[in-house]
């Protein structure tokens, strides 16, 4: 890590800054959960099919199990009429098929040993002297095939993984009913602040609600980390570091948020200076260049700024990626669009910039249209944005119609 005294104030990109988190952090141990407590977690070890899946050839549809060479000669003008036979169920061993019957079939029931095709029930129709057939079936019509989807062995899920309900649908297809995942980490939240107050609490003319707390003990349980509330410390250096020796001993990651700019009332980067390292204090983005990136003692810290919106964004942008690169997570990012922007943008050319949109399909594109004010304290266009915009660094002016990505909000 860089020392104190070389703390870097020139700014950097939003990608050299985690780049710069990134490269501190290292990896929780593992652990095996339950199925039921999957969702969200990140894979530590691939997910191995333990057998063929299906297990079995079975029926795609509920209809009648046939040999197909027994109704060669069905047409619509001669049908041809097969006697009912056995019953194949869904949940009972395979039956042996008797020639020239129909065993009726339930779908996902074994194959009868013998028949070689399934003819729906809608393609046929009842008749005194049993099931008549209108056409004349290919051998393996409506029939799922042992190993067709996954075969025993293959890798289904690859480590790195973060689990989605569909995936815990896949593992538990697979055989796994306990994978292994990367431990959550446990996240210490503190927000910082004389004007503070609880929500529901009502302030004072000079006072501010906290609403970030709320907002970072939600987004540290989306991203899969276990909430540390520290609470609300005031602006007071030795209570800060007070603060921040304590969260230290109980957290993977340190987060905070506010008292990170340039105020003579900022003291957050002194005092994780002194109790450790600061690598990176100024990102060249919008919103949110303030942010300190360090650690006090061994602990990885975060220093996010105050207003609301760019806590917002730099969560999303650097400890949320923390926090799932903690856990051994391979996409560290939400997921990018190309959109097009409704209406021109302006913004410094330095700062990579990160604009509020709702998206809509228009025609044949993804538009992206400002979901309302974009100050760094307007928290209402945050809650109605769909993504957030990224125009990159190096350009100023961004004419309507412009391509260009949207990070979906997770
Ligand atoms: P600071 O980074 O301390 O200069 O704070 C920047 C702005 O964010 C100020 O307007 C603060 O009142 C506001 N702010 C700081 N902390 C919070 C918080 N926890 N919740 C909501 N707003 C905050
Ligand atoms: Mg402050």
Known sequence: MVSAARAPSA???VDAARH???GALGRMPAEEVPLSDALGRVLAVDVVAATDLPGSDNSAMDGYAVLASDLAEARPSSPAILAQGLEARAGRPSVEHRP???TIIATGAPMPRGADAVVPVEQTSRVRAGIAFDGAPL????LRHRGEDVRAGT???GAGRRLRSYDVGVCAAAG????WVGCRPRVALLSSGDELVPPGAVPEPHQVTDSNSAMLTAAVLE???LPVPIGVVGDDRAAISRVLERARDGADIIVSSAGVSMGAHDHIRECVAELG???QWKVAMRPGRPLVIGSVGATPFLGLPGNPVSSAVTFLLFARAAILALQGATTLLPSLMPVVLAEGLEKPSELETYVRVRLEWTEDRLVARSSGGQGSAMMHSLGAADALAILPAGVAVFAAGRAVQAMLLP
């Open 11 to 13: 700014a950097v990109s």
């Open 20 to 22: 710069i988190l990134l």
């Open 100 to 102: 020239g019957t129909a």
């Open 139 to 142: 051998p393996g019509a409506h």
């Open 155 to 157: 890798t289904i899920l």
């Open 176 to 179: 796994m009913a306990r994978p």
């Open 223 to 225: 991203a899969g980390g």
């Open 277 to 279: 390292a600061v690598d």
